[in-house]
C-alpha cells in the first residue's frame, strides 16, 4: 500500500509564500521511478492541475496560473517533494493533493495518470 501524504497548509494573506510538503512511501514503491504532482481543488470547482516534476527532477510544467509564481522540487533521497508558493492570490484558495505517476518519464496534467493520492492539504489566501 502507498502512502502519500501532504503537509504545510494553513492561511496567509494575498502576497505571501508558503511550502507544501509531500511524502510517498510504501513496501514497493519506488519513489524515485514516479513522477510526483500538485493539483488544487477549490470549492465548487474540478480539481486542476498545479506542477509536475519528472522522477529525476529534470523536468518539470506549471499551469499557467502558476508559473513564475510557484516552484516544484523533490529530493529522491528523502521520498519528498515540494511546492513553493508566493506571490499568493485569493484565487489559489483550494485543497491541494499530491499525487503519484509511475510514467517517471512525463509530467502530465492530466489526473488519469496519477495512480496514487494523498489527502489534501488545506491552502487560504485572504486578501
Known amino acids: 500500500q502507498v502512502q502519500v501524504v501532504e503537509s504545510g497548509g494553513g492561511q496567509v494573506q494575498a502576497g505571501g509564500s508558503l511550502t507544501l510538503s509531500c511524502t510517498a512511501s510504501g513496501r514497493t514503491f519506488i519513489f524515485s521511478s514516479h513522477t510526483m504532482g500538485w493539483f488544487r481543488q477549490a470549492p465548487g470547482k474540478e480539481r486542476e492541475f498545479v506542477a509536475a516534476?519528472?522522477?529525476?527532477?529534470?523536468?518539470?510544467n506549471y499551469a499557467d496560473s502558476v508559473k513564475g509564481r510557484f516552484t516544484i522540487a523533490r529530493d529522491n533521497a528523502k521520498n519528498t517533494v515540494w511546492l513553493q508558493m508566493h506571490s499568493l492570490r485569493p484565487e489559489d484558495t483550494a485543497v491541494y493533493y499530491c499525487?503519484?505517476?509511475?510514467?517517471?518519464?512525463?509530467?502530465?496534467?492530466?489526473?488519469?495518470?496519477?495512480?496514487?493520492w494523498g489527502q489534501g492539504t488545506q491552502v487560504t489566501v485572504s486578501s
Open positions: 516534476i519528472a522522477s529525476n527532477g529534470g523536468d518539470t
Open positions: 499525487a503519484a505517476d509511475p510514467g517517471g518519464s512525463r509530467t502530465s496534467s492530466n489526473r488519469v495518470w496519477y495512480d496514487y
